[in-house]
């Protein structure tokens, strides 16, 4: 999916669902081990023994890919992976722009 198709897709979606996207991919960040947040540790855990063929280290380094994002935004939010995937190409995006 590229930008516009995500936008396009984005535009369409309640409020509502906006947050559970945007708290299905800051979990997710944190589950990969992008940043950490010490109040999260207990949902962190729980996460990564729920998911742990979602979780990749390399030298000690998160290995990222949009597709195990995804899933596991779809799987903590209930929302669809085709919602959970334009989310994240606008997330990069926007990370990028900065």
Known sequence: MDIHEAKKVISTVPNEQLSKLDAALERYKRFAGI????????????????????LSFTDGMPVLSDERCVEFMSRVSG???YLC????????????EE
């Open 35 to 54: 940043y950490t947040a010490v109040e999260w540790t207990c949902e962190l855990a729980a996460d990564r023994a729920a998911f742990p063929h979602l």
């Open 85 to 96: 995937a334009a989310w994240n190409e606008i997330d990069f995006h926007c990370d990028s």
């Open 79 to 81: 929302l669809p992976p």
